[in-house]
């Protein structure tokens, strides 16, 4: 079956801009998260949802927002983009939320780079 | 969240069985133990995950002792391929890991050579 899809794979752009990553999760899986991973910070949690609801949120500014559809995708938009923000950003997708042995499927990310 | 302790990094050879241990002191009873493995500009993957004793699958076992504070990830005959990072996760299961969500430490990078 068909993993996690992040698009794009690679953008550029320029400070003070916004930007909107998209996700689609695998097939029936309901929960999408979003992580950050940079270097000096390594990978740090952003946010989860689950049947279009923010289910939480890890520690960042509110210029970091997200929502996801009823078909379970996943968009992610940062506004005011800082050159801190260049980033390589990672969407998973679980099938359930509260489950024992819960898997998560990550995609391969959309690098940011803000110039 | 359980805070977990793993080498930095480790070298190994082609053949050679691989041993990553992850301390996590503070485990609590619902946690379960859960090890990622990620490639430069990839997202992790799942290796394997488990509670008490030990887990087996088609690329890695875990073994966890009684006390639960400690797990080692066991690679069986490493290859070049295998250089990755591993991450040891403690968590309750759920997709976001509650309100921290997954937690990733640092991992290990482990660098296989020929």
Known sequence: ?115 | LAKTTQPISMDSYEGQEVNITCSHNNIATNDYITWYQQFPSQGPRFIIQGYKTKVTNEVASLFIPADRKSSTLSLPRVSLSDTAVYYCLVGDGYSGGGADGLTFGKGTHLIIQP
């Open chain 1, 1 to 115: 079956k068909a993993g996690v899809t992040q698009t794009p794979r690679y953008l550029i752009k320029t400070r003070g801009q916004q930007v909107t990553l998209s996700c689609s999760p695998i097939s029936g899986h309901r929960s999408v998260s979003w992580y950050q991973q940079t270097p000096g910070q390594g990978l740090q949690f952003l946010f989860e949802y689950f049947s279009e609801t923010q289910r939480n949120k890890g520690n960042f500014p509110g210029r970091f927002s997200g929502r996801q559809f009823s078909n379970s995708r996943s968009e992610m938009n940062v506004s005011t983009l800082e050159l801190g923000d260049s980033a390589l950003y990672l969407c998973a997708s679980s099938l359930a939320r509260g489950t024992g042995l819960t898997e998560a499927f990550f995609g391969q990310g959309t690098r940011l780079t803000v110039v």
